[in-house]
């Protein structure tokens, strides 16, 4: 997918209704940075950022001069999207550390970007500078992503926004995370309610419902192997045969010239896929995001599936979910 093909679904997701923009910062796809002020060119109101960068491949000070330009270009609706990363592996980088090191970015980020004279000492960075040369125009919300308990904390402490990152959100689990969030912020005297908290979901929107489901059976199958036994209970045996599939399959999850072991189809069922996804019809995804937001949420941040149709691009599966949420998320309004 090229930039320009980028630039018209940013705009269409705007158009559509969304309140935020976060772009994915994956080892060895198109630089979330320069995608983030593209959309920033095209749009007027929605916020843009990283969904989610990480605190391996940029040193913070590239972080803080990337979303001062952002928030300069946007006027002031850029935020900061950071968890652990994805990719790093590939690239032969070790996510060591991660909660010191997410937690010093943060840091030192905040700092420059207010314009202060920045002397930071940690055990990961060590910097000593007159801070930007040109500082941020306004204050940049961040927001930690994360399934683990212990950024979860470190969200409650730091954070404006937590990404909740359990794809198969229960009471029990939604529980959870928000007991950790409350550790955090206790931790450190803060009132939990300053927090914004969001599930996030993924998304994939047709008026052909057979088709969304299908679309997003991988996906289904690669959120079953990393939840372990905190996902859906499953025969051992047909989770071994999902599990084999899937490591006859290749390519990205998300990627839509990925190749799906043809058994996916059948071993993954509707009831799985839902565990994992927001997903159908605009009606019917109206209705499964009135249920998330039902466990107790106000908002939920959406990871966007492309619908897959024979010889279709990402951009045009992209942009059929997008348009299909625009209707989806009207329809919720008035539910709600």
């Known amino acids: 997918m090229g930039a320009d093909e980028f630039c018209k679904l940013a705009e269409a997701v705007e158009v559509a209704g969304f309140d935020r923009l976060g772009v994915s910062d994956v080892a060895l796809w198109p630089d979330t940075y320069q995608l983030q002020i593209l959309a920033a060119q095209v749009t007027s109101q929605i916020m843009i950022g990283s969904m989610v960068t990480n605190p391996y491949t940029r040193h913070p000070a590239v972080h803080a001069s990337a979303l001062a ?6 006027n002031c609706r850029a935020f900061f999207g950071i968890g652990i990363g994805a990719g790093l592996e590939e690239i032969g980088i070790d996510p060591k550390r991660p909660l010191t090191t997410i937690r010093e970015t943060i840091a030192v980020v905040r700092s420059l970007l207010s314009g202060e004279d920045t002397v930071f000492e940690g055990s990961i960075f060590d910097l000593k500078t007159s801070g930007l040369v040109v500082p941020s ?14 950024v979860m904390r470190l969200a409650g402490e730091l954070a404006d926004i937590a990404l909740v990152g359990a794809r198969n959100l229960t009471h ?4 959870n995370y928000k007991k950790w969030l409350l550790q955090g912020a206790d931790r450190v005297g803060r009132n939990v309610s300053e927090v914004m908290i969001a599930p996030r979901v ?3 929107v047709s008026e052909d ?7 997003v059976k991988r996906y289904a199958a690669h959120y079953l192997e990393i939840v372990g036994e905190n996902g859906p209970k499953l025969e051992q045996a047909k989770k071994n045969a999902i599990f084999n599939a899937l490591s006859r399959s290749s390519g990205w999850y998300f990627d839509h ?3 799906d072991d043809p058994e996916l189809e059948t ?3 509707t009831e799985l896929v839902r565990e994992f996804a927001i997903v159908g019809s605009p009606s019917e995804v109206s209705e499964q995001l009135k249920e998330v937001l039902d466990l107790g949420f106000t908002q939920i941040s959406c990871n966007l ?3 897959r149709r024979p010889g279709g691009s990402m951009a045009e599966g992209l942009l059929e979910t997008i348009n299909g949420s625009a209707t989806a998320l009207e329809k919720l309004r008035n539910i709600r």
């Not at 029990?172 to 529980?175: G, I, K, Y």
């Open 69 to 74: 330009t952002l928030n300069d270009v946007s």
């Open 202 to 204: 993924t998304l994939c």
């Open 305 to 307: 599936a492309a619908v």
């Open 209 to 215: 419902s057979e088709l969304a489901h299908s679309s």
């Open 267 to 269: 071993l993954v069922d």
């Open 257 to 259: 010239n990925r190749f």
């Open 172 to 175: 029990d689990s939604v529980a």
């Open 137 to 150: 125009l306004g204050l940049v919300p961040v927001a930690i992503g994360t399934r683990s308990p212990q």
